[in-house]
């Protein structure tokens, strides 16, 4: 049996927190504000939000910052936050004693946090070399940078 090896991402770095004290409906409320927006934004959105499970979110939001510049050399200014996601972890259930003897549930929920962010210098210097090739005064007759539509009309498996 071969195993296949993950590919390793040159520019994404992930912070996971888990069994976060927090339900995972109130952490989604959250993370969904800053899912796909650059980091020091996602900071200043975290401060300023009033909900109770912001703090531990931003500490997450830092770490990965920091396991970024730390381990891979990233700048924080071109990161972003490119996956954010939120599952549920486990619940504690404890009895609390009432009166006449009687006993009353409480569940207290858990969560676990994945916040990964990408680097997007990468993608700029990309984006740069492709717009060396579209200067207008520039010859385009050998570079070809057409795109086909598989499902319309007049591609190349056109089965009309």
């Known amino acids: 049996m071969i195993k296949k090896k993950k590919k390793k991402s ?6 996971l927190g888990q ?10 409320r959250v993370i969904d504000q800053i899912r796909g927006r650059s980091y020091e934004e996602a900071l200043m959105i975290l401060e300023l939000m009033p ?6 979110i931003f500490k997450l939001v830092y770490s990965a910052a920091a396991n970024a ?6 700048k924080e200014t071109n990161l972003v936050i490119s ?18 003897g009687r006993s009353y549930p409480i569940k207290r929920s858990t969560c676990h946090i994945t916040i990964v962010l990408e680097d997007i210098s990468l993608y700029q210097q990309y984006e740069e070399y492709l717009m060396y090739f579209k200067k207008p005064g520039c010859s385009n007759e050998n570079i070809n940078l057409t795109c086909y539509d598989t499902y319309s009309s007049g591609g190349p498996w056109d089965k009309k």
Not at 51 to 56: D, I, S
């Open 69 to 74: 510049s730390h381990n891979k050399g990233f």
């Open 83 to 100: 996956k954010a996601e939120v599952n549920q972890g486990n619940t504690v259930k404890k009895l609390k004693p009432r009166a006449r």
């Open 10 to 15: 040159y520019t994404s770095v992930y912070a």
């Open 19 to 28: 069994y976060i004290s927090m339900s995972a409906h109130k952490a989604r």
């Open 51 to 56: 909900y109770r499970g912001c703090y531990p």
